[in-house]
C-alpha cells in the first residue's frame, strides 16, 4: 500500500507538471502567432517552436475551443478575438501602474508626460499625467498615432532591425502630419540610428507644429513601450534636454523595476 500511495503521488506531480508545461508552451506559442503578424501555419509553428506537430495540434485545438485563437478557411491559425478584451484590460492596468512615474516626471520638469506601447503597426497611448502649465500639450488616453512622425515611436523602433522597420512603414506609408514629418524610410532610418547614438528620441515638431517631446524607451518591460515628455517648442529647449533625458532615463528604469517586481 505505501508504494502504491507513493506512485499515486508521484504521478500526480508529473500531471502537476505537465499542464504547467502545457500553460507555458500555449502562451509560447500565442507570442510566436503574435510575432509572426497573428497568423501562422502549423508547420511554421513546429519549426520556430521545435515542438512536434501533435502536441502544437492539440494545444491549438485547445486554444480554439476557448476562443483565444481561430482556425482560418485556409486552415492558417489566427490570433482570436478573445485576445482583445486580456489586451485592452492589461494597458489599462499598465498605464494606471505608470502614472505614479508620470507624474514624477511632471513635477520635476514641469511638462506633460506620457506612457506608449507599439501595438501592431501603432503607436497607442496608455497613459498619461498633464503639465500644470495653461500651455500644455495634450494627448488622449487610448489615441493612435503611426510611429515615424513621433518620438515614442522612434524610441520604440530604434531596437528594431532595419529591414522590419522597412516592411512597417511599407505598410502603413509615411503621411506627413507636419512639415516637419520624417517621410521616407531612409530619413526615418537614419533617426533610428542618431536615437541609438543619444539614447532617446527627439519629435521636433514632426507630430504637431510648437511642440517638441522626448522619449526614452522602457528597459526589460513586458511589452514594448516608451515614456515621453511633451511640450511647447520654447519650453522643451535643448538646455532643457540636457537635464530632462538623465531623469527620463531613471524614471523609465524604476519603472521597468516595478513591472518585473510586481509581475507584470
Not at 83 to 100: F, K, Q
Not at 146 to 157: I, N, Q
Not at 192 to 211: F, S
Not at 220 to 248: C, D, F, H, M, N
Amino acid at each position: 500500500m505505501p508504494t502504491s500511495s507513493a506512485s499515486t503521488t508521484d504521478s500526480a506531480k508529473t500531471s502537476a507538471g505537465g499542464g504547467v508545461q502545457s500553460l507555458e508552451r500555449a502562451f509560447d506559442l500565442l507570442e510566436r502567432m503574435a510575432d509572426a503578424g497573428g497568423e501562422v501555419g502549423l508547420s511554421e509553428l513546429s519549426a520556430s517552436s521545435g515542438l512536434p506537430l501533435p502536441t502544437i495540434h492539440r494545444l491549438m485545438r485547445t486554444l480554439v475551443a476557448c476562443g483565444y485563437v481561430r482556425q482560418q478557411p485556409n486552415r492558417r491559425y489566427a490570433l482570436g478575438p478573445r485576445l482583445i478584451r486580456l489586451g485592452e484590460s492589461a494597458s489599462r492596468l499598465l498605464g494606471t501602474w505608470a502614472r505614479p512615474y508620470l507624474a514624477r516626471l511632471v513635477e520635476e520638469t514641469g511638462e506633460t508626460a506620457n506612457m506608449a506601447l507599439l501595438d501592431g503597426d501603432e503607436i497607442v497611448y496608455v497613459a498619461q499625467v498633464p503639465s500644470k502649465h495653461s500651455m500644455r500639450m495634450f494627448t488622449e488616453v487610448g489615441r493612435r498615432v503611426l510611429p515615424h512622425s513621433t518620438g515614442v515611436g522612434k524610441a520604440l523602433l530604434a531596437s528594431t532591425p532595419d529591414h522590419e522597420v522597412r516592411a512597417l512603414l511599407a505598410r502603413t506609408g509615411m503621411p506627413a502630419a507636419t512639415d516637419k514629418t520624417i517621410t521616407t524610410a531612409e530619413g526615418f532610418l537614419a533617426a533610428l540610428e542618431e536615437v541609438r547614438q543619444a539614447g532617446y528620441a527627439v519629435d521636433d515638431n514632426e507630430q504637431e507644429i510648437g511642440v517638441r517631446c522626448l522619449a526614452v524607451s522602457v528597459p526589460e518591460s513586458p511589452t514594448a513601450a516608451a515614456i515621453s515628455i511633451s511640450g511647447p517648442a520654447g519650453r522643451v529647449t535643448e538646455a532643457a534636454t540636457e537635464k530632462i533625458v538623465p531623469l527620463l532615463h531613471e524614471v523609465a528604469l524604476e519603472l521597468s523595476q516595478a513591472l518585473a517586481s510586481s509581475g507584470a
